[in-house]
């Protein structure tokens, strides 16, 4: 029942990376410019690090602990340069359908989570830790990294994207391990 949460939320990326719209009211990530895409950016990480502090509030395992503290500390730290280089830039991340759409559906995935308990509430934050890296890096790779416009912007997307593959493997360890 979970993991048909993760699979939703990567076909809805998916489903929106196919969508076509047109570019004064973005309706699709290939239209989003730089300021939104850093907003989606923004928000993903942070839906990522509720998702961690749940974990290091629910569960007893030593291993979700150490992922959650990464996320948290990993995420932040991007979050962070990120602020930084709007600012240097002087211009603001840009709320939009897509990042709406991910803080929507992280709140069907709070409370799903919220209610496990034990070994079930640690494969499920497993599964779902895979399936939105899986589908946020895919998106970042596939759409936003070859649509963004300012080489600075770019760059930190790129540098975050080895950071989050890495996360990304560190899930799927997790995953397999789980019993």
Do not use: C, W
């Not at 070994?119 to 399936?131: I, R, V």
């Not at 939105?132 to 895919?138: E, L, P, Q, T």
């Amino acid at each position: 029942m979970f993991t048909s949460l993760t699979k939703r939320l990567a076909s809805v990326l998916v489903v929106l990376g196919l969508s076509v719209g047109g570019a004064a009211n973005a309706q699709s990530p290939e239209d989003l410019n730089d300021l939104e895409i850093a907003h989606v950016a923004y928000v993903a990480d942070n839906i990522d690090i509720q998702y961690a502090h749940l974990a290091l509030a629910l569960s007893e395992n030593p291993n979700i602990h150490e992922f959650a503290r990464t996320m948290i500390r990993d995420h932040e730290a991007v979050n962070e340069q990120a602020l930084g280089l709007l600012a240097k830039l002087g211009v603001e991340a840009k709320d939009n359908f897509l990042s709406q759409k991910l803080i929507a559906d992280s709140k069907g995935i709070i409370d799903k989570l919220t209610a496990l308990r034990g070994a079930e509430f640690d494969k499920a934050y497993a599964d779902n830790e895979l399936g939105y890296h899986k589908a946020v890096n895919g998106l970042v790779e596939g759409v936003f990294i070859p649509n963004i416009q300012n080489a600075e912007v770019k760059a930190l997307f790129e540098a975050g994207l080895k950071i989050f593959k890495a996360h990304e493997k560190h899930a799927q360890m997790m995953v397999d391990t789980l019993p």
